[in-house]
């Protein structure tokens, strides 16, 4: 794991096309089938009631686990050999060391049914090259190479079997440090430059015939890409082969080229969820997906189940990693946690297991909110000092109880601002309290704004408030977000605003550009209104400056819709978009 926006720009757009074009095929190669509405609501059934899964970091990188040649090693410590330039040979010395003797699959297994989680994720490949399973396309794997000698992929799928999880595999498609014809973040210390390699034999000898591996021998429920670096067809023959063997095995975005069954934001939350699109937040515990030793920045309880309310509230799932150890075992500190979670779901999994995106715009500041036909559970983060809690909705309300205690219903009654509901003094939980407002028929938000003006008559246009329309633009970034791989000029970006005080505002935009990409130009659309801009080069993708548009005029208060839309791209990606900010004229 861990994606940067200038490898997506400069790898996966500047790979010589014909250096990756695909030769003689060892599989016959079809157009995977197009399937029905129908047919796909059944296949991704399971994975859409889910909600909760556990993502597994595990491979022989747990050894140093995060140190090397007596020095920490910053980044993720499934990311050492790269960051620490380890040669290849240096690295393949790890293997012999690798014996996790204290692993038990049934024990990760009940750990993960104790937490409430639904379906498991585990690296059977990640970007060092080594496979976690018998592969007879590379002897490079944890039974030929090790002294432990057995298959984790087979015992887990057996024990998660067993528990009613559902397993599925991370496999590293296209980066893999220890071929010397990889592509895309390559091994460049050891091997070659990307123009003396040859990415099909790696792609033939290897990468292909070990995702048919995991797709014929252990029948997954879903495979897990990262970073696409290949052409249409050769993620269509990824997912040929795979159908060929799971027909219903569910498949994320990152195989490449549109061909994925959901999105897969990485260390962040959408914060309007991502409409129309079935996503998956994968996040970690600490800070690292890899085990590292000294990594103890692990969130709270209470963090890690209000990502996972936030996740459900917006219609997406949540895909938690642990790092085991090199013995095999999974940390005590993120064991304690999902047990913890895993409690918590117990009383409550039904406001949170089948639910979908609850209905209102933008999330009410006590909380989140769920639902389901008739009825919309209400996560109450912070309790009402008044005894008292406004739901900003329209519609028919006919009983309101706490999830807790059904028996007993709320008052509750209408207005103007939407329905006020009486609560006790206190919580029934610290973290999140349910609180079930049963419906018939249809109820409407209130307020359909995301972002509302500010006091002092400024509105703020952050990236995290805004929905994301296309395929390719999405967010990035850990502490300061922007929309970045903007590669496509059909895509834009867009805010629901709700103005109090309209007037002059001047526009500016708060952007980066590689010098490879300047030119690019677009237009700030608000109604019949637009206003445009030219994108200059910052110096990097990393460097941001302030661009001012100009003045644009609003005429009357109520919420409106302000986009970003390219209008002309001549280079790798329009921009990198932190925030556009209109403020109020003071002459």
């Not at 590669?487 to 550009?513: I, L, Q």
Request: proline share 6%; net charge positive.
């Amino acid at each position: 794991m861990r994606v940067f926006i200038r490898c997506l720009l400069i790898v996966g757009l500047l790979t010589n096309a014909a250096l990756i074009a695909p030769r003689s095929s060892l599989w016959a190669f079809q157009t995977p089938p197009t399937e029905s509405k129908e047919q796909r609501d059944a296949r991704m059934g399971w994975w859409r009631e889910a909600r909760f899964g556990m993502f597994i970091h595990w491979g022989i990188y747990a050894l140093p686990a995060g140190t090397y040649q007596g020095k920490r090693v910053g980044g993720a410590g499934e990311w050492i050999m790269h960051d620490a330039k380890i040669p290849v040979a240096r690295y393949e010395t790890f293997a012999p060391q690798f014996n996790p003797v204290k692993f038990r699959a049934d024990e990760w297994a009940a750990i993960a049914q104790a937490a409430g989680i639904k379906y498991m994720v585990i690296t059977a490949k990640h970007c060092d090259g080594f496979a976690m399973y018998k592969s007879t396309a590379s002897k490079y794997n944890i039974v030929d190479a090790t002294p432990f000698k057995r298959d984790p992929l087979a015992e887990l799928s057996t024990a998660c079997a067993a528990r009613g999880i559902r397993l599925g595999f991370y496999y590293s498609h296209c980066w893999d440090w220890h071929e010397p014809n990889a592509t895309g973040l390559v091994n460049d210390w050891d091997f070659p430059p990307l123009n003396k390699r040859n990415p099909d034999a790696y792609f033939r000898l290897k990468s292909l015939p070990q995702v048919e591996e995991l797709a014929a021998h252990y029948k997954p429920s879903l495979i897990w890409f990262d970073v696409p670096d290949l052409t249409r067809q050769r993620s269509e023959e990824f997912m040929t082969v795979i159908k060929r063997h799971v027909p219903d095995c569910i498949v994320n975005d990152r195989i490449g080229n549109g061909l994925g069954d959901y999105a897969t934001p990485e260390q962040f939350i959408p914060a309007g969820g991502m409409q129309g699109r079935d996503w998956e937040t994968c996040m970690t515990i600490n800070d690292t997906w890899g085990y590292k030793s000294y990594d103890t920045n692990f969130k709270s309880t209470e963090t890690l189940l209000r990502n996972l309310i936030d996740i459900a509230s917006k219609g997406g799932n949540y895909l938690l990693n642990v790092g085991p150890t090199a013995e095999g075992l999974i940390p005590e500190a993120e064991v304690q946690r999902l047990k913890e979670m895993g409690g918590w779901l117990k009383v409550n999994g039904e406001a949170i297991y089948g639910t979908s995106a609850g209905p209102l715009m933008k999330a009410p500041a006590w909380g989140r909110v769920t639902q389901r036909p008739g009825k919309l559970y209400l996560h109450v983060f912070d309790w009402p000092a008044t005894g008292k809690l406004l739901l900003p909705i329209t519609g028919n309300v006919v009983k309101a109880y706490l999830l807790t205690a059904p028996g007993r219903t709320l008052a509750f009654s209408a207005s103007d601002d939407g329905v006020e509901i009486r609560v006790p003094a206190k919580p029934v939980d610290p973290i999140a309290s349910v609180i079930v407002v049963e419906i018939h028929g249809d109820v409407r938000p209130l307020d359909t704004a995301r972002v509302v003006q500010g006091a002092d008559g400024t509105i703020r246009l952050a990236v995290t408030d805004a929905e994301i329309v296309g395929s390719g633009a999405r967010l990035f970034g850990d502490r300061e977000k922007f929309v970045g791989y903007w590669v496509n000029a059909g895509d834009y970006v867009e805010w629901a605003v709700k103005v109090a005080r309209p007037g002059d505002f001047d526009v500016v935009v708060n952007y980066a550009c590689e010098p490879g990409s300047a030119g690019s130009e677009f237009k700030l659309v608000i109604g019949d209104k637009s206003i445009g801009g030219k994108i200059s080069s910052t110096g990097s993708w990393d460097d941001y400056r302030l661009l001012t548009l100009g003045t644009i005029h609003l005429d009357r208060p109520g919420t409106i819709t302000i986009a970003v839309k390219p209008t002309k791209k001549p280079g790798l990606a329009v921009m990198n978009l932190r925030s556009v900010t209109l403020r109020p004229r003071r002459d």
